[in-house]
């Protein structure tokens, strides 16, 4: 063991609650993300808890608690084969659809990273597993020095765009005039088509939790009929779905942690956003736009562009897309950062004759794709936040 740290566990309960630490560590990790944060974590565990096992931990530096996090277990089947899996946080993979996590790590405070990634490392690799999952994480010295100490016998990796839009950058100025002619003259033609139809376009903010909970809604019944539309499963169907939004949203209001939001004119509701903040950051998760037979209109240009305008002139600094490269995401920002999403498979007799006999199988069948597509086996972590425009 090459760290100073003092090392604590405790076993996942029956209904979780956090351990006290979690709060405080949080509250002192500024850039920590909301889906690490108690209300998201507590959410989450209400829901999908049940089919979990796992442990607590923290490590402790002259009696400070300096870093923690949740280890999840779950059996995941391949096929015939079961494949006890390791996950970190609640970016965990469900029996059903379930919500999505980014910028997920451990919590630790600045100077620790690289004893705490060992530390863990030595953890995780003492437990028994088949498959470890790193989901929804930014690469860094963390997570390179996390899976550099796993016994493993091959990690796949897939990346993900999250573009985001600096809004300090155009600060005392339309953030239209920001963005492409081509973009811009879309929202204009929009803006004008839609205000043609029933009067100027207006932006509101839930102001009370019972409107919030009313717009979030409204925001499933839209999200939904969109994906019905394109023959894909809508994920606000599921009960614990839903009910998983309306209890982060619950959590986070008090906080001043969540906005939802609508554009719209006078006779009818063209967009609401469910935005989760922290720290002057905007994590933009679900969203739900009218459909538009004229491929003019297009709802969700135009709401994205009345909130990244408003947040703006709010004084927040980002207004964060998250993963997944969409269209309407292009046309919003050119920047964006990469979200990695990792499976580690344990180093074994067993695994090694395994990926070797689906090696040579994709050699035999390269029309098939290479073993281990992102759709087979790394699973699908939770829905994908918001739908194109």
């Known amino acids: 063991m090459g760290h100073d740290l003092v090392q604590k566990t405790s076993p996942l309960q029956p209904a979780p609650t956090l351990p006290e630490w979690w709060g405080a560590l949080y509250g002192a ?15 989450w565990l209400d829901v999908y808890a049940d089919a979990f096992t796992g442990q607590w931990v923290h490590w402790e530096k002259a009696g400070q608690v300096v870093g923690g996090c ?19 946080n609640v970016a965990a993979e469900t029996a059903q659809l379930s919500p999505w996590s980014e910028y997920n790590e451990p919590l630790f405070l600045a100077g620790h990273e690289e004893a705490i990634a060992q530390a863990l490392g030595e953890l995780i690799s003492g437990t028994g597993w088949a ?11 963390f997570s390179q020095r996390l ?15 999250a573009p985001y839009i600096d809004l300090a950058a155009f600060r005392g100025k339309e953030y239209e005039s920001t963005i492409s002619s081509r973009t811009r003259s879309q929202i204009r033609r929009c ?68 906005d939802l939001l609508r554009v719209r004119n006078r006779d009818k509701v063209i967009g609401y956003l ?38 703006g002139r709010q004084g927040f600094g980002e207004y964060d897309l998250l993963g997944g490269d969409s269209r309407y995401k292009r046309s919003l920002t050119k920047v964006h950062r990469t979200i990695v999403f990792s499976t580690c498979y344990r180093d ?34 939770g829905a994908r936040s918001g739908a194109d425009s």
């Not at 925001?219 to 009960?239: C, D, K, Q």
């Not at 998760?285 to 003019?296: K, L, M, N, T």
């Open 191 to 258: 803006r004008r088509m839609y205000e043609e139809q029933s009067g100027p376009i207006e932006l509101e903010f839930a102001r009370t939790l019972e409107e919030a909970l009313d717009f979030l809604k409204q925001l499933a019944s839209m999200h939904n009929a969109i994906w019905r539309s394109r023959g894909e499963t809508p994920s606000f169907e599921v009960p614990e779905f839903q009910t998983f939004h309306e209890a982060a949203v619950r959590r986070l209001w008090p906080e001043g942690a969540v």
């Open 70 to 88: 949740l280890l999840l277990k779950r059996t995941v089947w391949w096929r015939f084969i079961p494949l006890p899996t390791v996950f970190v």
């Open 131 to 141: 498959r470890f999952e790193l989901w929804g994480y930014l690469p860094n010295s």
């Open 274 to 311: 469910l935005n989760f903040k922290r720290n002057g950051k905007i994590f933009c998760y679900q969203s739900g736009f009218v459909q538009e037979e004229d491929p003019h209109l297009k709802p969700g240009l135009l709401t994205h562009s009345c909130a990244i305008s408003e947040y």
């Open 147 to 161: 899976l550099a100490a796993l016994p493993t016998t091959t990690v796949q990796s897939r990346e993900e765009r």
């Open 29 to 43: 990790c500024p850039g920590a993300s909301i889906f690490v944060s108690p209300g998201w974590i507590q959410s």
């Open 348 to 381: 074994s007799m067993y695994a090694r004759a395994l990926w070797a006999g689906r090696q040579l199988k994709a050699r035999l069948k390269p029309e098939s794709g290479a073993p281990g597509s992102s759709e087979e086996e790394l699973g699908e972590a």
